[in-house]
């Protein structure tokens, strides 16, 4: 069955960094778009940035863009999160998610969720 597992969550200081990964199982990685979004307490999933499954295309929330970078290795059917110039607002549980259609930020349009990963985020 589908699987999606995340890790590499932590709790860290402020202007530290982090590396998450997700391992997917179960599908075709390599023709899936996948995403990254996040959750904080008493707030909605948010957005964080997505990656063509080629991995040729990314797109980034605001909120992150400059400090966060997406990527993907096929072969090994993982997507990455980079995060630098880690901010005490960056706390949340983290997802990677999966959608067959296209690179987009509605976390409506996404197939398949992992469990997510927590990141801290300590000023």
């Keep these: 069955q589908v699987q999606l597992v995340e890790s590499g969550g932590a709790l860290v200081q402020a202007g530290g960094s982090l590396r998450l990964s997700c ?52 072969p090994k059917k993982t997507v990455y999160l980079q995060m630098n110039s880690l901010k005490p607002e960056d706390t949340a549980v983290y997802y990677c998610a999966a959608n067959r259609l296209r690179a987009t930020g509605n976390p409506g ?15």
């Design 109 to 123: 349009h996404y197939d398949h969720w992992g469990q997510g990963t927590q990141v801290t985020v300590s000023s």
């Design 23 to 74: 391992a997917a199982s179960g599908f075709t990685f390599s023709s899936y778009v996948m995403g990254w979004f996040r959750q904080a307490p008493g707030k909605e999933r948010e957005f964080v940035a997505t990656i063509t499954s080629s991995g040729t295309v990314t797109e980034y929330s605001e909120t992150v863009k400059g400090r966060f970078t997406i990527s993907r290795d096929n």
